[in-house]
């Protein structure tokens, strides 16, 4: 099983700072299937990048991912008051074919 | 537009079965696959199964192999997640989400807003 650990596990920062999320895979993931995901209380997760680094429609530039192999980083530039939330990694691929990160936490400091 | 809808909350006892629905539409239902996730209380995303909703083919996170089933009706595009012998600790939002596709990337696009099951004596 392909195990993404996400970190830090909360993060706090202010509107304006720049956030710097990491989601680590236990061995190799195609870029091609790694997801980021953003779930406000009470709602349902949003699909936020796919292939490591493309947006999804409507979301904003100031969301962009990188990486491969086993080091992922969702970064977002300058933080909105609607981006306190939960962000979560997912990837495709092996056995089971669907795992998700642990998630971080995105705290209002 | 592109939504899927989830039936409606549910509170089982122990060992009972809940079957929850999602019902898809604005667009080509048998053209996606569906995928179940769940999320309890305070915790994180928990991948269950899936269902290739053109031919039925389903797979399931071994966790819950012979616990889950999912099926789908393709005349009313709609999706099923089962899950037997509950026990207290399958308290949880059940979401359903559309396994999106293009230019060869995958990801789960359109989700439902989920389905609060609670099991309690």
């Known amino acids: 099983e392909v195990v993404l650990t996400q970190s830090p596990g909360t993060l706090s920062l202010s509107p304006g700072e720049r956030a710097t999320l990491s989601c680590r895979a236990s061995?190799?993931?195609?870029?091609?299937?790694l997801t980021w995901y953003q779930q406000k209380p009470g709602q349902a997760p949003r699909l936020l990048i796919y292939g490591a680094s493309n947006r999804a429609t409507g979301i904003p530039d100031r969301f962009s991912g990188s990486g491969s192999g086993t080091d992922f980083t969702l970064t977002i530039s300058r933080l909105e008051p609607e981006d306190f939330a939960l962000y979560y990694c997912?990837?495709?691929?092996?056995?089971?074919?669907?795992?998700f990160g642990q998630g971080t936490r995105l705290d209002i400091k | 537009q592109v939504q899927v809808v989830q039936s409606g909350a549910e509170v089982k006892k122990p060992g009972a079965s809940v079957k929850v629905s999602c019902q898809a539409s604005g667009y080509t239902f048998t053209s996606y696959a569906m995928h179940w996730v769940r999320q309890a209380p305070g915790q994180g995303l928990e991948w269950m199964g899936w269902?290739?909703?053109?031919?039925?083919?389903?797979k399931y996170s071994q966790k819950f192999q012979g616990r889950v089933t999912i099926t789908r009706d393709t005349s009313a595009s709609t999706a099923y997640m089962e899950l037997s012998s509950l026990r207290f600790e399958d308290t949880a939002v059940y979401y359903c989400a559309r396994w999106g596709k293009s230019n060869g990337y995958y990801y789960m696009d359109v989700w439902g807003k989920g389905t609060a099951v609670t099991v309690s004596s």
């Open positions: 269902i290739n909703a053109d031919n039925g083919n389903t």
């Open positions: 997912q990837q495709y691929g092996g056995s089971p074919p669907i795992t």
């Open positions: 061995q190799s993931v195609s870029s091609t299937y």
